[in-house]
């Protein structure tokens, strides 16, 4: 099984970034997606988390109405759309995909905010 993140980068606040997270060795479509994020110094926290079909996410507080998280199980790929970032949305972003008792986690892409 491989998650594969891409999409991070330096950008401004107030800008948008669009991250990536491809999968594969697994049957797609029937996993729960995350996304997570760690701060240097801090815990690994979810961001947000969409169901198998795509029709149902669930958000942190700290980015609602900000982020958006999507899937294309046709593409095998889950999306989080960043947009009004903040210096404090820093932060390496990592992908999970969870069936049951059985999780699997990507290498991780490096979002940060700055000026």
């Known amino acids: 099984v491989r998650l594969v993140e891409s999409g991070g980068g330096l950008v401004h606040p107030g800008g948008s970034l669009r991250l990536s997270c491809a999968a594969s060795?697994?049957?797609?479509?029937?996993?729960?997606m995350s996304w997570y994020r760690q701060a240097p110094g801090k815990e690994r926290e979810l961001v947000a988390r969409i169901n198998t079909s795509g029709n149902s996410a669930y958000y942190d507080s700290s980015v609602k109405g900000r982020f958006t998280i999507s899937r294309d199980n046709a593409e095998n790929t889950v999306y989080l759309e960043m947009n009004s970032l903040k210096p404090e949305d820093t932060a390496m972003y990592y992908c999970r995909a969870i069936l049951y008792s059985t999780a699997y986690w990507g290498q991780g892409t490096q979002v940060t905010v700055s000026s």
């Open positions: 060795g697994l049957t797609f479509s029937t996993y729960l």
